[in-house]
């Protein structure tokens, strides 16, 4: 049983990075020869590669051989003129040599890292698109992909992860967000955390409302327990405040008519005895007027 985990753990180091992987951090902007049409448009898909912060597009193809997969392309010249679109379905040298302007990586983790990359490349087949008869050591043939002379099915998804926190400073005020808080503190007795220094967690409501019942600084209450506790408490906003205090004013006026009603209403219903008198065999009741 180790032998064959130690096999299959050497296949996938092999192999690289599976389909769908890093789904979060890429989004889909272009397929080639493929039933699922996507092709978010020749300037949109440009703009998106330059605005990547690493400059990565990921080739998937499921048909092609293990090694081809899935394939990492990372740019480093050209980041803001680059149009990376055309060369999708025409692979050509120009501004575009493996080692100076490009990497190829299996996967993610060395495209981020600049490790492991691919040591041949060719180009220049007309309208032959990515990645002609590149390989990880050398040269492999047909797993290329093409608009308009065949090749595999390919989808090319550009690297855009969700923004990075920074966590010496609030991703928001009144109080940091939930994800700013997960990210940054788990556990932290720290005042950027919102510790108050006796045993509790200070936090102030995170709702736009609450900036027009508020002046300068809102008020924060103390909260017990860790901050992912205090995240989760009960935070009543400044429009919240104003219909519970309208509530309460309503229900003292209507507890001061209920009782103002049974004091000069009720009581004249109410029959005052003052004293009763035996006459002989029968009962005398005397009113008072």
């Not at 703009?47 to 990565?56: L, N, V």
């Not at 597009?57 to 997969?69: I, N, Q």
């Amino acid at each position: 049983m180790a032998l064959l985990c130690a096999i299959g753990l050497f296949v996938l180091a092999v192999n690289g990075d599976s389909i769908g992987d890093d789904a979060d951090r890429f989004t889909l902007a272009l397929t080639l020869q493929s039933s699922n049409d996507v092709d978010i448009g020749e300037d949109a898909f440009n703009q998106m590669f330059r605005d990547s912060p690493e400059h990565i597009l990921k080739r998937e193809c499921s048909s092609c051989g293990s090694t081809h997969r899935v394939i990492y392309y990372k740019r480093y010249t050209d980041l803001t003129s680059f149009n990376l679109y055309r060369y999708t379905f025409d692979w050509e040298s120009t501004n575009n040599v493996l080692g100076d302007d490009f990497n190829l990586f299996s996967t993610l983790e060395d495209a981020l890292a600049d490790t492991n990359p691919w040591k041949y490349c060719n180009y220049d087949d007309d309208q032959i698109g990515m990645f002609r008869d590149c390989g990880p050591t050398g040269y492999v043939a047909h797993e290329w992909t093409s608009r308009t002379r065949g090749g595999d099915a390919a989808s090319f998804y550009i690297y855009t992860p969700p923004p990075t926190i920074n966590c010496d400073v609030w991703d928001n005020y009144p109080a940091p967000s939930a994800a700013w808080m997960i990210e940054c503190c788990g556990g932290k007795r720290t005042a950027k955390c919102g510790y108050d220094g006796r045993g509790g967690f200070i936090f102030a409501h995170n709702d736009p409302m609450a900036d027009k019942f508020v002046d300068e600084q809102p008020e924060f209450e103390p909260v017990s327990g860790n901050p992912e506790d205090a995240v989760w408490a009960i935070q009543v906003s400044g429009k919240e405040l104003v219909i519970m205090a309208l509530f309460a004013i309503n229900m003292v006026t209507l507890t001061v008519l209920c009782c103002s009603c049974w004091r000069f209403g009720g009581a004249s219903a109410r029959r005052k005895y003052g004293r009763v008198e035996v006459v002989g065999d029968s009962e005398t009741e005397q009113f008072q007027p």
